[in-house]
């Protein structure tokens, strides 16, 4: 059973960075596709990127294009999220994800979610 933790969210003013943090357990990261997704409140969940086993594909939300960037140390067993650019829109709680399949979009495919980083953009 692989257990996923998330950590790095914080509050952050409109044009600031963050890093998050996805750290894996009980299994190895490498053999799963990994994501990020969030939910601000009264919103649905959404998709924000999604990177391959491997770590050579990367998928990223229109909105958060140019600005966010995934990444993945297997060797570490982590996966990771650069946020720069912050706008007040991506203020929401951050969930790092683990999928068998090699790298999907599709929150429905994930098998394993962490607890969640929350991320305050504001002045």
């Known amino acids: 059973q692989v257990q996923l933790a998330e950590s790095g969210g914080g509050l952050v003013q409109p044009g600031g960075s963050l890093r998050l943090s996805c750290a894996a357990s009980?299994?190895?990261?490498?053999?799963?596709?990994g994501a990020w997704f969030r939910q601000a409140p009264g919103k649905e969940r959404e998709f924000v990127a999604a990177?391959?086993?491997?770590?050579?594909?990367?998928y990223y939300a229109d909105s958060v294009k140019g600005r966010f960037t995934i990444s993945r140390d297997n060797a570490k067993n982590s996966v990771f999220l650069q946020m720069n650019s912050l706008k007040p829109e991506d203020t929401a709680i951050y969930y790092c994800?683990?999928?068998?399949?090699?790298?999907?979009?599709?929150?429905?495919?994930?098998?394993?979610w962490g607890q969640g980083t929350q991320v305050t953009v504001s002045s």
């Open positions: 994800a683990a999928s068998r399949l090699v790298v999907t979009t599709q929150d429905r495919e994930y098998n394993y």
């Open positions: 990177i391959s086993r491997g770590g050579s594909n990367m």
């Open positions: 009980g299994g190895t990261f490498g053999g799963y596709g």
